[in-house]
């Protein structure tokens, strides 16, 4: 039978079942797909979460993804410097310290985001003026970007390939100067969190979150200090003398889909385990977290507050965004932070991804004045004053505790 003959009359019934089954099928999964890339255009959650056809599939996979392993990648490097003796340090205009671990950590994230999101903003901690006058320090930091790669061909891969040139290592550094804002999608990064516990042999974190129209919609804290074992509880000696060795911790969050922590690794990454805050019965009993650095946080008010609620346990002095991580995993309970200076800004750099990552463990994250961090007011939290993190249940007392501090004054 010639084929310009053929009726569908002629075509065997299975058959032609079949083929409409198939036909049915693909039609169904390129609408879904272009519905799904379609929602995510115009920030659509609730088209998003219709078209995610099964639940483990994460709205944000491929940023997750990205996410994690650039962070991943980038500890890479951190981690060398941290054992080094001299770090590159200099002092920035604010005479706050930055390292060629800060500006190194910083253009690995941004190339690995520029490949995967060449149209997304960046608002990044550093910028490369300083080093564009200062070539030995630029060549240093030039040879560590080329060594950092993951021992997994997949992955850098995904990560869109090494760095170029070191002139492309200065400008991708440089792209991390987006102003912020509440429109579109805007990376927040601070390469080394807690660069002066870096230098100290203490804590530190490499921090990157997605931010869309303003609210933080991925999460990503790479902490290599910190105890793969999630359950390992923080004593009051936590913050210092701190070591990667046999340590080091990945956690993240997408909005809406929870918490979850992993081993760093070297490759690769490695499978994750889903994270909750600890429920406190007694909040007498609670661990409460602070930064090591008295200019960072009130270390008096902070005190107070504790007393207040009842706590009679030393806090925990702990570096960085590594405080986030480990109140979000149980490892201890509040986070305090309340302003030393009354015209200092938190910068969003500095708690984006904590902010998503405890409140998807189950945890409330407010000002002092009980406000959410507002992440859309451009590259500091200029609406807010402190912060107060704690598990969900005990946070209005908490909060109660702090407006009785601060309001005494
Ligand atoms: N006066 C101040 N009040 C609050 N935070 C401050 C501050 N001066 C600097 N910081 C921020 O505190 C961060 C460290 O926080 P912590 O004390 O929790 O480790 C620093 O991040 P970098 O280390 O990335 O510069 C810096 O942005
Ligand atoms: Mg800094
Ligand atoms: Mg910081
Ligand atoms: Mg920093």
């Known amino acids: 039978m010639k084929l310009s003959t053929l009726k569908i009359a002629d075509i065997p ?51 997750l993804e990205i996410a994690q392993l650039a962070v991943q990648r980038a500890t890479l490097l951190t981690k060398k410097v941290f054992h080094e003796k001299v770090k590159g340090t200099t002092d920035k205009s604010d005479k706050s310290p930055v390292t060629i671990g800060d500006y190194g950590a910083q253009a690995l994230i941004i190339t690995a985001i520029r490949r995967a999101f060449p ?17 030995s320090l630029s060549g240093q930091i030039w040879q560590l970007v080329q060594a950092a790669r993951l021992e997994d061909d997949k992955a850098e891969e995904t990560l869109g390939g090494p760095v170029k040139s070191e002139d492309e290592m200065l400008d991708m550094i440089d792209e991390g100067r987006s102003g912020g804002g509440a429109k579109g999608r805007i990376w927040a990064l601070d390469p080394i969190d807690g660069t002066k516990g870096f230098l100290r042999g203490g804590q530190y974190a490499v921090c990157l979150a997605l931010m869309v129209d303003g609210d933080v919609k991925v999460g990503v804290l790479g902490c290599p200090n910190l105890p793969i074992d999630d359950s390992a509880q923080l004593d009051e000696k936590a913050g210092e003398d701190a070591t990667d060795e046999g340590n080091g911790v990945l956690f993240s969050a997408v909005a809406g889909e929870g918490a979850t922590s992993r081993p760093l690794t070297r490759g690769g ?26 200019a960072h946080s009130s270390h008096g008010d902070q005190f107070e507050i504790a007393k207040k609620l009842g706590i009679s346990k030393k806090s925990v002095r702990m570096d960085s965004q590594a405080k986030y991580g480990s109140i979000a995993r149980g490892a201890g309970d509040l986070y305090l932070r309340l302003p030393v200076r ?3 800004q938190e910068k969003i750099w500095d708690h984006a991804a904590g902010d998503l990552i405890v409140r998807e463990a189950g945890g409330e994250v407010t000002d002092a004045n009980g406000k959410r961090l507002d992440f859309s007011k451009g590259r500091t939290l200029s609406e807010n004053s402190g912060v107060v993190a704690a598990p969900k249940a005990v946070h209005a007392q908490v909060l109660e505790a702090v407006k009785s501090v601060l309001g005494s004054k």
């Open 119 to 135: 149209h997304d903003e960046i608002v990044g901690e550093e910028e490369a003026s300083d080093l564009r006058s200062k070539s």
């Open 269 to 294: 990454l490695a499978e994750g385990k889903t994270i909750h805050m600890r429920e406190i019965e007694d909040i007498t009993q609670a661990t409460f977290c602070e930064s090591v650095e008295a």
């Open 13 to 63: 019934r299975p058959l032609l079942l079949l083929s409409l089954l198939i036909l049915a099928l693909s039609t169904l999964t390129t609408f879904t797909a272009r519905l799904t890339q379609l929602s995510r255009q115009l920030s659509l959650p609730s088209i998003r979460r219709f078209t995610t056809t099964s639940p483990t599939m994460s709205s944000y996979a491929k940023e």
């Open 342 to 344: 009354k015209d200092y």
